[in-house]
């Protein structure tokens, strides 16, 4: 034996096994899967020819282009049918979002008059101090006030004397609710939030004889290019400014008309007609887009109006205001958008709710009374099975519905209502299918199960909400 050659146990197998050659894997694309469905009649058919044997060894080619011709047809069919199916699942970008014009052009401000303001008392006694030796006319006059305004001397100027001049107190609400000057704008805001607060006795700080009104705050959303009325024709005369977004002010206008009303109790600014047109005017803010970015002052806005009104007068305002609502706001997605916007949960703002869900149906319906029974059964009326069945509109119907009865107690001890809804919600949770694929079917479904659940949760707690004035 040569030392050179190997040992004996050298030459046996290796424990661990060769490494075999990795395989490549192939990416199958949707070409090469209609390929094989297509050359599928082909494969099958050669092994059927070659595989029988009762029958013929080879195959007949016209069998063969006959059979992949039908498979080819009812792959076109599929397709056909599933394209359908895709429309009508994508019919939902169809239905419009919520949000309607609110704003339309603005109108450029006429000229904004300071007449009266170069004889206020507090610039004569700038003038008239020998040690200050100020020597102003009229355009110096207002550009010292404003930088009186900006910087704050003003207001403090104001409370030690312990009163505001109709002026000054004019020409700070122009500059409020008109300037193009951001810092003069926040500048009159907080001038007039400080002017319009309650001290610890709950009176105003200063004594003030000019109080924003109701004419001059209308006047000047209607400037902002407000349609105030379905009827407003848009003007395209020379003054008016195309449209480029949200007014300037009007997150100023909000907040001197909260302002205003929560000084009820100490000086009443608007009738309870005007202030009903307010609230009305603020509630619509709630559906242009725009102003998504304000929902928490025009939130603070909208509670200060639905405070605004007296025990005495709330449910008669109320009841205006929701159907002046009704009429201005279209009978979809907005309709949900208004309603959902009253988030208050005291007893004024629950009946807002109810009241607006109230007057929605009453003109979906077009009844002239509201009547809940007959619009209960209107709504009950709608069969989820019928194949035509619109479930967009129920949709809608559902939301109002519970809205209607579950937003305030008016109809907490009507139990045969109460029992009526139910059944029709557990109606619609069951009888709509999973794979029913109609627009706006599934959304039912679910909004119908969520909607039970909220009303069983109710009758078992025995909620009741105290009504708070």
């Keep these: 034996m040569l030392l050179d050659e190997p040992l004996d146990f050298e030459k046996e197998d290796p424990l661990l096994p060769k490494a075999r050659p990795a395989k490549r894997k192939k990416v199958i694309g949707l070409d090469d899967l209609l390929e094989d469905f297509f050359a599928s009649g082909k494969d099958d058919l050669k092994a059927y020819g070659i595989e029988s044997k009762h029958g013929s060894k080879g195959y007949n080619s016209d069998d063969e282009d006959k059979k992949v011709k039908e498979k080819e047809i009812k792959f076109r069919k599929f397709v056909e049918e599933y394209e359908e199916q895709s429309k009508e699942l994508d019919a939902g970008d169809d239905v419009p979002q919520w949000g309607q014009r609110v704003f339309g052009c603005q109108k450029s401000p006429s000229v904004l008059s300071v007449t009266g303001v170069e004889n206020c008392q507090l610039l004569k006694s700038f003038c008239a101090n020998e040690h200050l030796g100020f020597d102003l006319n009229i355009e110096q006059g207002e550009g010292f006030l404003e930088g009186l305004l900006v910087d704050g001397w003003l207001l403090k100027l104001v409370l030690l004397h312990g009163s505001v001049e109709d002026s000054i107190a004019s020409w700070a609400l122009t500059k409020l609710l008109y300037s193009c000057n951001k810092k003069f704008r926040v500048a009159a805001s907080d001038f007039w939030d400080s002017v319009l607060s309650l001290n610890e006795a709950d009176k105003l700080s200063v004594d003030i004889g000019h109080f924003p009104s109701y004419s001059v705050l209308k006047s000047a959303i209607l400037n902002y290019g407000y349609i105030f009325d379905n009827c407003t024709e848009v003007s395209t005369s020379e003054s008016v400014i195309a449209d480029d977004g949200p007014p300037q002010n009007i997150i100023e206008w909000l907040k001197i008309t909260s302002a205003c009303c929560k000084i009820r109790n100490v000086h009443s600014i608007f009738s309870s007609s005007e202030a009903e047109e307010l609230l009305v005017i603020v509630i619509s803010l709630f559906l242009d887009r725009q102003l998504e970015g304000l929902l928490l002052i025009l ?43 009253i988030t208050g949960t005291d007893y004024r703002s629950k009946f807002l709710r109810s009241q607006l869900a109230l007057q929605f149906l009453k003109v979906s319906f077009g009844l002239k009374v509201a009547n809940v029974e007959k619009i209960l059964k209107s709504v009950m009326s709608i069969n989820v099975k019928d194949k035509d069945c619109n479930f967009f509109s129920l949709y809608i119907y559902l939301v109002l519905m519970d809205n209607l009865l579950f937003s305030s107690d008016a109809f907490r001890d009507k139990h045969a209502i109460i029992n009526s809804w139910r059944n029709y919600l557990r109606n619609c949770s069951t009888q709509i299918g999973c794979t029913d694929w109609r627009l706006y079917a599934s959304k039912v479904r679910n909004k119908a199960s969520y909607l039970l659940q909220g009303a069983v949760l109710r009758r078992s707690a025995g909620s009741a909400s105290l009504p708070v004035q």
């Design 299 to 341: 939130g603070d806005c909208l509670s200060s109006l639905i405070l605004y009104f007296n025990s005495s007068e709330w449910e008669s305002s109320c009841l205006i205001v929701a159907q002046s609502i009704s009429q201005r706001v279209t009978m979809d997605l907005n309709c949900l958008r208004i309603v959902d916007c």
